[in-house]
């Protein structure tokens, strides 16, 4: 089993890179956004709620999320191995995930932090935003987001460099790059 976190600040390519991942390794990938998003287009009662915290770039609420993290593993626990696209997000988050992953012997083998320049996060974001319909794709959500990054997710660095498993990967690069980067990391974990 492998199982692999993606982590690092709003359009730093988190989504772009775990479905060439999952793709290469056969593993379930796992976006927290996409599925809180896919809510939101079918209107249903959660994604009403969701979106309250989305459209403002605020995180949603921990437990909501949670849920929807219990809910999936139940279903998908036969995987080969798991890509975490966005999640987890707080420390509280991450304590859940290590809960559940180590209760079955099947813990987290990475973590790779995505590292991309605040400017350049915002001109992807706002590239985005021209087709992608998102609701929170816009400059003044976009600095919220950020703060949001910053204050709340950013302290699961240290929380995962703890552990040991943290790999900083360049995300200045073209996406292959980023990619070849990814891989050469992850065959390291493999090799162990
Ligand atoms: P996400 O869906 O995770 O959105 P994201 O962080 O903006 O996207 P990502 O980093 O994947 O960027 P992408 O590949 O698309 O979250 C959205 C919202 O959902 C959150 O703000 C939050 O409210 C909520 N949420 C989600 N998970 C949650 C959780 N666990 N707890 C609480 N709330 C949660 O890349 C961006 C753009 O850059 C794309 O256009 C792409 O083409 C381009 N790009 C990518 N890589 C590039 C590269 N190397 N070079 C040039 N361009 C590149």
């Known amino acids: 089993m492998l199982n692999i976190v993606i982590f690092g600040p709003p359009g730093s390519g988190k ?14 990938h796992l976006s927290t956004g996409d599925i809180l998003r896919e809510e939101m287009d079918k209107k249903t009662s959660l994604g009403k709620k969701v979106s309250e915290y989305i459209d403002k ?3 949603v609420p921990d437990d909501i999320v949670l849920k929807m993290l219990y809910d999936y593993a139940a279903g998908h626990m036969d ?8 999640f987890p997000r707080t420390i509280v988050q991450a304590e859940a995930l290590d809960k559940l992953l180590n209760k079955r ?11 991309v320049e605040e400017q350049e996060l915002f001109k992807r974001i706002m590239g985005r935003g021209e087709d992608s319909g998102r609701s929170d794709d816009s ?20 929380y995962y460099k703890q552990q040991g498993k ?13 990619f070849d980067r990814i891989c050469q990391a992850i065959e390291a974990v493999k090799a162990v």
């Open 105 to 115: 012997g099947i813990p987290i083998n990475i973590v790779l932090s995505v590292e």
């Open 166 to 178: 943290i790999v900083t990967i360049d995300g200045m690069k073209p996406v292959d790059e980023v």
């Open 57 to 59: 770039g605020l995180l």
């Open 139 to 158: 400059e003044e959500i976009a600095r919220q987001r950020l703060d949001v990054y910053k204050e709340q997710s950013m302290p699961l660095i240290d």
């Open 79 to 86: 995987s080969p191995g798991f890509i975490f696209d966005g």
């Open 15 to 28: 989504g772009t890179q775990s479905a060439r991942i999952a793709k290469k390794y056969d593993l379930r």
